[in-house]
C-alpha cells in the first residue's frame, strides 16, 4: 500500500498494508469471477412472460414490505394494462384510482417512476407521460406546457436525473425511426405538467438502445439499439449536458433491447442482455467504467436468455436486479459482488471533550482490493501539529486484552482503545485535519478480511489542547 501525497497534509514515509494482510492469515479464495448471479423464486407468482413492461424500483417502501411496481407490457394474450406490486409476500395485484391504457415498448426509468410512449396496438402508438406517484399509490399523466413534446413513438430510452427531469432519445412509430433527443422537466407549481426541450442531435436515429444516467447525476450515456435498417448497433456515445461524443474502443457484441444499469457503489455501468443480431436472445453481462468496456463471467447459474427485460439498481441489497422479459417467467435475478465491500462506525470517541475528534472513510463507498481508500481526522486542535493513525485485524482482542480498554488510568479519561494497534503511521496535521490516503493492495489474499481504524491526537479545538482518541471505522473488504 503506497500513501500518497494529500490536501490538507501529507505522510511523510510509506506504510503498507501487505504485512497486514499476511498477519490476518488469511487463505486466497479461488475467485474465477468476483460477480455472481442468485436466483430469487417470488411466490406467489406474478405476471409472466411479459415483452416491454414498465418496472419502478421502490425503495422508500420496503419497511411497508413493498419492493417495486410492474405495470403494463405485451403478454403472449395481449397487451396489458394492470399494475403488479412486488412485497416481500410475493406478488400482488393493484388497482389504481387512475391508470394509462394497455401498452408496452414504452420508454421508462426505474428511479424516476416515468414512462413515456409506448405501442397500444401494433400499429397504434402514443406520446403520452405517465409518473407513478408512490404516496398516494397511483398514476398521473403529465401533460406538455408546450406543443413542443417528442410525437407518439415506441421503443424510445429514457433515463431520469436527480431533479425527475426526463431524457428521451430515439424510438420509432409506423414509418420512421428517429434521433431526436429531448429533456423533460417536471414543473412542480403545476404538479401534473412537464415542459419538453428538444437537444442537440448525435447518434444516428435507432430504437431499442439503452440510456443511462452517469454517477454525477448531470450526464448520459447510450449504448446500441438498431437503426434504420433494423441493424443491430455497437457504438456508445456520451452526452456532457451540452454535446454528444463517441466514446471509442472495445465495445460487446452489437444488440437491441437490453438492460443498462448505473451500480453506483462500484463506479460501474452494467449491461445485460438483449437482442443479438440475428435477434436472438443473449445473456452476457458487461460492464463500462466510461471509458472502457470489460466482459464479466460471472459465476452462479445465469439468468435464462432474455430481451425486454427490465434491470434497475437495488440500493439497500447493494445489486443489479433483473425481472422479465420475453419468454420467461416472473422471475427475479441479481447480479452483485461476491464479498460486498462494506464500511461503518463503531465505538465512541472522548466523552469528555467539548467538540470529540472524528474518524471517517474519505470515501465510504469503496473497500475492495486496487482501490484508492484513505481515512480523515477532524476537530482536532488547532496547535496539533501530529496525529497518530493505527490499522488492525481485531476489535474484540489486543495483546491477549479484550477490546475496547478505557484508557482513563492512562489519563485518558472518557477514551477507549477500539481498534487493535499492528500498523500505526504518524500524519501530520494542518488546521486541525489530516488525511492518510493509500491504495489497499491489489491482493486476493484481502478479499472478506476485516480491518479496524482509529487515530490518536489533539482534540477539544474550543477549548485547552487535551490528547484523546477517536472513534472506530471498520471496513470489510470485498470484491471488485
Known amino acids: 500500500m503506497h500513501v500518497r501525497r494529500t490536501r490538507p497534509c501529507t505522510t511523510w514515509r510509506t506504510a503498507t498494508l501487505a504485512a497486514l494482510a499476511a498477519a490476518t492469515a488469511i487463505a486466497p479464495p479461488s475467485l474465477p469471477a468476483q460477480m455472481q448471479w ?26 411497508l414490505g413493498q419492493r417495486a411496481i410492474v405495470f403494463g407490457g405485451l403478454s403472449p394474450t395481449g397487451p396489458r394494462g394492470d399494475t403488479w406490486m412486488l412485497t416481500t409476500a410475493g406478488w400482488q395485484g393493484f388497482t389504481p384510482q387512475t391508470s394509462p391504457s394497455p401498452r408496452w415498448d414504452m420508454a421508462y426509468d426505474p428511479a424516476r417512476k416515468t414512462i413515456f410512449g409506448g405501442r397500444t396496438a401494433p400499429t397504434a402508438f402514443t406520446d403520452e407521460t405517465w409518473w407513478w406517484a408512490p404516496v398516494d399509490r397511483t398514476w398521473i399523466r403529465l401533460l406538455p406546457t408546450t406543443t413542443a413534446s417528442p410525437s407518439a413513438r415506441a421503443e424510445a430510452a429514457l433515463a431520469g436525473n436527480t431533479q425527475d427531469d426526463v431524457y428521451v432519445f430515439g424510438g420509432r412509430d409506423g414509418t420512421q425511426v428517429f434521433g431526436e433527443f429531448w429533456r ?13 426541450t428538444q437537444l442537440p442531435p448525435g447518434p444516428s436515429p435507432r430504437y431499442g438502445a439503452a440510456l443511462v444516467l452517469d454517477f ?48 453506483t457503489p462500484r463506479l460501474t455501468y452494467v449491461l445485460y442482455g ?59 435475478w441479481s447480479y452483485r459482488p461476491l464479498e460486498l465491500a462494506e464500511v461503518g462506525l463503531f465505538g465512541s470517541t472522548c466523552r469528555s471533550l467539548f467538540a470529540p475528534l472524528s474518524l471517517r472513510a474519505l470515501d465510504p463507498r469503496f473497500a475492495r482490493p486496487g482501490d484508492p481508500w484513505g481515512v480523515a481526522v477532524e476537530n482536532l486542535h488547532p496547535s496539533a501539529s501530529l496525529s497518530f493513525v493505527w490499522a488492525g485485524t481485531s476489535r474484540t ?84
Open 216 to 263: 454525477a447525476g448531470t450526464d448520459v450515456f447510450l449504448f446500441g439499439g438498431r437503426d434504420v435498417n433494423g441493424q443491430t448497433l455497437a457504438d456508445t456515445w456520451h452526452f456532457d449536458g451540452a454535446t454528444w461524443r463517441r466514446v471509442t474502443g472495445s465495445a460487446p457484441p452489437s444488440r437491441s433491447h437490453h438492460a443498462l444499469v448505473a451500480d
Open 397 to 480: 482482542t489486543w495483546l491477549g486484552l479484550a477490546l475496547p480498554i478505557d484508557l482513563t488510568p492512562l489519563a485518558l479519561p472518557g477514551c477507549f482503545l477500539h481498534a487493535s494497534v499492528d500498523l500505526s503511521v504518524p500524519v501530520p496535521v494542518v488546521a486541525g485535519r489530516c488525511e492518510l490516503a493509500f491504495t489497499i493492495p491489489a491482493n486476493p489474499g484481502l478479499i472478506a478480511a476485516d480491518l479496524y481504524w482509529q487515530a490518536y491526537g489533539l482534540g477539544s479545538p474550543l477549548g485547552p489542547a487535551l490528547w484523546a482518541t477517536t472513534n472506530g471505522l471498520a471496513i470489510h473488504i470485498g470484491t471488485r
Open 274 to 332: 438483449g437482442l443479438d443480431t440475428a435477434g436472438v436472445p443473449t445473456n452476457d453481462v458487461w460492464e463500462f467504467d466510461g471509458a472502457t468496456w470489460v466482459a464479466r463471467t460471472p459465476t452462479g447459474t445465469p439468468p435464462p436468455a432474455r430481451a425486454g427485460q427490465r434491470a434497475w439498481f437495488a440500493s439497500p441489497e447493494s445489486e443489479m436486479q433483473v425481472w422479465g422479459g420475453a419468454g420467461s417467467s416472473a422471475d427475479l
Open 38 to 63: 442468485i436466483h430469487t423464486v417470488v411466490a406467489p407468482p406474478g405476471p409472466a412472460d411479459l415483452w416491454g413492461a414498465a418496472f419502478f424500483a421502490w425503495p422508500g417502501n420496503v419497511l
Open 184 to 196: 423533460g422537466q417536471r414543473d412542480w407549481s403545476a404538479w401534473n405538467r412537464i415542459t419538453w
